[in-house]
């Protein structure tokens, strides 16, 4: 099942039984974005702040396998639909859903390329509400395809072969640019890798093709062959970074989900 979607796919197969619509969009803090209005028909919204580990002081942390599975399935959601994700903003939020799916062990999950502003350019169909369930599935969570990682893991992998590859924007990531959340300090985890994730978008929200995403990777000097740690800010372009190495062929992939907000605010080692 492909990871990535195109307006076209989706389209075509809009109002298939087996075809399950999320939307996925989050705001960042302090966004003041005019995003485009209304869903796609069929669509349900996967709010990742509630669908969460919410005794976490962190926001959007994932939650248990209890918690996933009764949220989807009241989604009426089942193991065997084909799940799509899109946001409001293009792509921003729909891997953190991709990967959450893929980390209960969902293999048919995809996110949509270009998301609502991409539907809505082709002229695709647009519904002011979103669909309500016709019942209720079971959701089962199964074996992880990707991995979830809390600090300890991280300040492991420093010292290992493992990679950390850091989603934010280049001057948050060397510390010349402050961040969006108060109280945190400024700089990187030691060694990481830089690969942010606008860098891997055409302006229209839609990514690069992949043998610029390919070139873009080995520039940062990552090597897809050894296991990789994403971060970002908050864990939500994290997987977008995620995605794409998943579409690249690396196959250990962990996402470091408290993220900068959680190293930020500690005491961990910081590099600038």
């Not at 600090?151 to 969006?180: H, K």
């Not at 108060?182 to 830089?194: Q, V």
């Not at 196959?251 to 590099?271: F, H, K, M, Q, R």
Request: with cysteine.
């Amino acid at each position: 099942m492909a990871d990535l979607v195109s307006i076209k796919w989706l389209a075509g197969n809009l109002g298939a039984e087996n075809v399950k619509i999320l939307d996925c969009t989050w705001v960042m803090p302090g966004e003041t974005a005019t995003l485009p209005d209304g869903n796609i028909p069929g669509a349900q919204y996967f709010d990742i702040d509630k669908i969460a580990d919410t005794s976490s002081d962190m926001k959007h942390m994932l939650p248990s396998g209890d918690v996933f599975s009764k949220a989807v399935s009241e989604m009426n959601i089942n193991n065997s639909d084909h799940v799509i994700c899109y946001d409001r903003h293009g792509v921003l939020a729909a891997p953190r859903v991709w990967w959450s799916f893929k980390t209960f062990g969902h293999k048919n999950v995809s996110v949509l390329d270009g998301g609502l502003p991409s539907w809505i350019k082709a002229g695709k169909p647009i519904d002011t509400n979103f669909t309500k369930p016709k019942g209720q599935s079971y959701f089962k969570v199964k074996k992880p395809l990707l991995k979830v990682a809390n600090s300890e893991c991280v300040v492991d992998a420093i010292e290992s072969e493992t990679q950390i590859v850091d989603a934010r924007p280049s001057g948050r990531f060397y510390g010349t640019s402050p961040e969006p959340r108060a109280g945190l300090r400024s700089g990187r985890i030691p060694g990481s890798f830089s690969l942010p994730f606008g860098a891997l978008k055409r302006t229209d929200g839609t990514f690069l093709p992949m043998h610029k995403l390919a070139n873009l990777v080995g520039a940062a000097g990552i090597d897809l062959s050894k296991p990789i740690i994403t971060s970002c800010g908050s864990g939500v372009t994290a997987a977008g970074i995620a995605l794409t190495l998943h579409r690249l062929g690396a196959d250990n992939i962990t996402l470091y989900d408290g993220s900068w907000t959680e190293w930020g605010a500690s005491d961990l080692p910081v590099e600038l």
